[in-house]
């Protein structure tokens, strides 16, 4: 039902029908998860989730569904000129989908990569606050991006240097990781050792102050 909801949305972008395609998202969130886009729009994540239900594959599916539906509505009220509503659409949408990273199986795991990879692009010329940043490089790490993992991890922690400690931990996972997945990651081992040096001992800078 989603697919043929977004087919439709995507004739009336093309037909430049905008307000038509936010009516289509609209009536598609209430019939799939009971909610219009404002009233996921206007929902903290955690009222959201509490609303959708507990059960872990199920709420992962409709997080899932919601973010699209976040997203596609990002992308038409960009059309419409209104950059600022759409990028916090963006950044609503991208939280909604990486908030189980590890349930991404449970769901079309490529089909889900892309669509978290389309609006991570629509984000790159705005300002994303730390909180959307980790949950990023989660991410990344889980999709095997390792490289984008920590161009993210050194960006956070020149903001928020309490973060030290998980990128730490990140590079000690790494480690545990084969040579050929950390290629493939393009993150070779000697890179990861560097890194993991670096953090621990900005680590000890931190402590001794």
Request: hydrophobic fraction near 40%; charged fraction near 30%.
């Amino acid at each position: 039902m989603l697919g043929r909801a977004l087919a439709r949305v995507l004739f009336f972008r093309e037909t430049r029908s905008y307000e038509s395609a936010l009516l289509e998202l609209d009536n598609t969130g209430l019939s799939l998860l009971g909610l219009n886009t404002e009233t996921l729009e206007r929902l903290p994540l955690d009222g959201l989730k509490s609303v959708l239900g507990s059960e872990s594959s199920l709420l992962q599916s409709r997080l899932y569904t919601a973010g699209v539906l976040m997203k596609e509505k990002a992308e038409i009220v960009a059309l419409m000129g209104r950059e600022e509503e759409s990028a916090g659409l963006f950044m609503k949408s991208l939280r909604m989908m990486t908030e189980d990273i590890q349930g991404m199986d449970e769901i079309d795991e490529g089909k889900a990569i892309a669509a978290i990879d389309r609006v991570i692009a629509e984000l790159s010329e705005y300002e994303i606050p730390v909180e959307l940043k980790t949950r990023m490089v989660a991410y990344f790490e889980q999709t095997g991006r390792y490289d984008k993992s920590e161009d993210l991890i050194f960006e956070i922690i020149d903001e928020s240097p309490e973060f030290l400690q998980e990128g730490i931990s990140l590079y000690e996972r790494l480690l545990n990781k084969s040579d050929a997945e950390l290629e493939r990651g393009h993150l070779p081992r000697d890179e990861v050792n560097d890194a993991l040096a670096l953090l621990r001992k900005k680590l000890a800078d931190v402590t001794q102050r």
